[in-house]
Structures are given as structure tokens and as C-alpha cells.
């Protein structure tokens, strides 16, 4: 199977469950473009600017650690073919295959939309995470700046957030990371896979490489920022083997903090990441895929509440004793400190704080 360089989905294989794939051809150019041009191979990067009317999203999810988070982009130009949120593309009638890591959103006004909520009287802080659906510090947030503009507000009113990243690029925020810390207002997780850089290009082919990923923890370690190793996802059979490496790099670098989380394939990352085995790895794509059944209860995907998050049976009682001695034995059992919401002042619409 022919794989598209730079990307990390296969194909542009679209959704069945809101009938994009069903949809038939209206007679416009772009229904014969294929047929006249050749298939594109080297799809190019476009975005679309989205101004929504709101952008705290809550949840209730007993499987997730915060009530509300931030999304400042709709797909991810990292293109990690394990990408839990592809299935979300779907919803705009667009493919959570190659149009998910090609055809982008941006919502420019977010830190606007996010002031104005913050700003409702019946608001109570608690911490807003970063990076929960799409990567915060992917390639266009050196154009756009909404996460540091969201960053910069967070500090202005004195509310919490954490971030979830796979780039380095959050280094060039270390300005405002370093003030949050000395707040306890931050907490700043970088997720690694492995520490193959070949290995990672074919798995995320435009996030940052390992090595830049780990140099970003120590940095941080060494600024005082809270920092956080995720090994995540694990994947049988492909990155499971360097779970204690990637401990070990870590520790040495600083973090005491770690965990880890298996790979899910919800809706239709299953068949894409299927293509995906078939294309890089196809001498082990049944056993991967055998190992996952068994941890996901016979199926490709868990998507029950509480068990989605915890997988079970042989493999996944081996990766989490495999966890559990290797953390302990680097003195990598710190659990996240509770961030401090007692700072936050509700900002006016005027961009001036609230004296009550």
C-alpha cells in the first residue's frame, strides 16, 4: 500500500456515519478534477478560520480529569495516524483521514470568546485544559498565536489551565509558563511515544521529533515549570518497548511525574490506522490488532464510559506492571499538585479586572 510523504493517513477514507461517502456527484468541476488531473498525492495544507460563538467546552466524563477545556484548531497538521479526535472531521462532512491533517480550522477570536465567559457572574474557576482534542502548539500556531493569547489571558485574571502538547513549540511560551508556575496556575504535559525518530515520522510525521520533545521536558524541568511525561499512546507490538526508555530519559531530565495510556481507535481511526499497519508494518499488522481486541474486550474499540480508559486482560495487567516498576524505581510517583483557583478575578468586557 502506497504511503503519502509527510502524512500519516494512508488514504482520504471518509466517514459512513453522516453518508459523506454516499454523497453524489452535483455536476461541479471538482466531481471529474481526479478524473482530468490524476489523483493528488501531496495534499497541501489549507486553513479556514472559524469565529464560533462560544469556546469553553464542558464535559462530565467520569474517564477525564477536568470539567472544561480549550480548543483553538479543528484537525491537526501533526498527522498522528492514532489520533483519537480524527472522527471529528466528520462532522463537517470532511474526511478523518488525510483531510484531517490537511484541511484545518483556526478560531482567531478565542481568547475574545473565552474573556466573555470568564467574565459571566455565575462563573467558577477551575483548571481549562489545552491540547484535550487537537494538538495546541501544531505548526500554525506560529502564525496564529491563539494558545499564547489564551495563556496570556489565564495569567491576566489568574486562572489555571494545563496543556497537552507533542511540539517543542511550547518553549517559545516558556515566558508566560514560567510566570503561571511561580502561581501554581500551570501544568504542562508533553505526550512520547518513542524514542525512534524513524519510528515517530511514520507514527506522527509532523510533530516534533523525540529528542526535541525530550529536550522541551528537561527545559521546562529546569525553568521550574510543572512537567509531565504521558507515554501515550502505547501500542502493542509497535511502541511498547520503550516504555522504561523513555522513563529513564525523562527522570534523568528532571520530571517526576508519568503515565501512560493505551491505544484507542474509536469510529473510523480503526480502519484508517488499520491501512496505516498495513502500509509500515504489514509482517505484524494481525498481531497489533490481536493485542487490541484483547484489551478492548474482543473489539477494535472500548466506547464505554470508565472501561474505555482502562484496558484490561493479559497485555494490558503486563504494561501496567511494566509502568508501575519502572516509575517506582525512578522516583517518578509525584502526583500532579493541585492547581490554584483562588487567584482568579473576573475580567470586565474592557479588558480591566474586577475589583471584587
Given at each position: ?5 509527510g ?6 477514507a ?8 454516499a ?36 464535559n462530565?466524563?467520569p ?25 471529528t ?31 459571566k ?9 489545552m ?21 496570556e ?12 502538547t ?32 524513524v ?35 502505547v ?17 534523568a ?42 484489551i ?14 482502562k ?46
Amino acid at each position: 500500500m502506497e504511503t503519502i510523504k509527510g502524512r500519516g493517513a494512508v488514504s482520504g477514507a471518509a466517514s459512513t456515519r453522516f453518508n459523506l461517502s454516499a454523497r453524489e456527484a452535483d455536476g461541479d468541476w471538482l466531481d471529474a478534477m481526479e478524473t482530468v488531473d490524476g489523483p493528488s498525492r501531496n495534499p497541501a495544507t489549507t486553513v479556514t478560520e472559524e469565529h464560533p460563538r462560544s469556546i469553553l467546552s464542558f464535559n462530565k466524563s467520569p474517564d477525564v480529569p477536568f470539567d472544561r477545556s480549550v480548543n483553538a484548531y479543528r484537525g491537526c497538521e501533526h498527522g498522528c495516524i492514532y489520533c483519537f479526535a480524527r472522527p471529528t472531521h466528520a462532522f463537517h462532512d470532511l474526511s478523518p483521514g488525510l483531510d484531517f491533517e490537511t484541511k484545518l480550522f483556526a478560531k482567531p477570536i478565542a481568547a475574545k470568546l473565552l474573556r466573555e465567559t470568564l467574565a459571566k457572574p455565575g462563573y467558577n474557576p477551575a483548571p481549562i485544559a489545552m491540547g484535550t482534542n487537537t494538538d495546541p502548539y501544531q505548526p500554525i500556531e506560529t502564525r496564529y498565536r491563539i494558545t499564547r493569547e489564551v495563556l496570556e489571558l489565564c495569567l491576566d485574571v489568574g486562572h489555571p489551565v494545563t496543556i497537552t502538547t507533542k511540539s517543542d513549540r511550547v518553549l517559545r511560551d516558556l515566558d508566560l509558563l514560567e510566570k503561571l508556575a511561580t502561581r501554581n496556575l500551570i501544568h504542562v504535559g508533553i505526550s512520547v511515544t518513542s524514542l525512534d525518530p524513524v519510528l515517530s515520522q511514520k507514527l506522527e510525521p509532523r510533530a516534533a521529533s523525540p529528542a526535541k520533545r525530550m529536550a522541551a521536558l528537561g527545559r521546562l524541568a529546569e525553568a521550574g515549570v510543572p512537567a509531565h511525561v504521558s507515554i501515550a499512546p502505547v501500542i502493542p507490538s509497535i511502541t511498547d518497548s520503550f516504555m522504561e526508555s523513555i522513563l529513564e530519559d525523562a527522570a534523568a531530565r528532571g520530571i517526576r511525574s508519568a503515565s501512560w495510556i493505551v491505544i484507542r481507535l474509536p469510529h473510523e481511526v480503526a480502519p484508517l490506522f488499520r491501512e496505516w499497519l498495513e502500509a509500515h508494518f504489514p509482517e505484524r499488522a494481525g498481531k497489533v490488532m490481536a493485542t487490541i481486541r484483547s484489551i478492548r474486550g474482543g473489539r477494535d474499540n472500548d466506547p464505554n464510559f470508565v472501561t474505555r480508559m482502562k484496558p484490561q486482560g493479559v497485555w494490558a495487567d503486563l504494561f501496567r506492571r511494566r509502568f508501575r516498576v519502572a516509575a517506582s524505581r525512578l522516583g517518578m510517583n509525584t502526583p500532579h499538585v493541585a492547581l490554584d483557583c483562588t487567584q482568579f478575578r473576573r475580567p470586565s468586557l474592557d479588558g480591566q479586572l474586577s475589583l471584587l
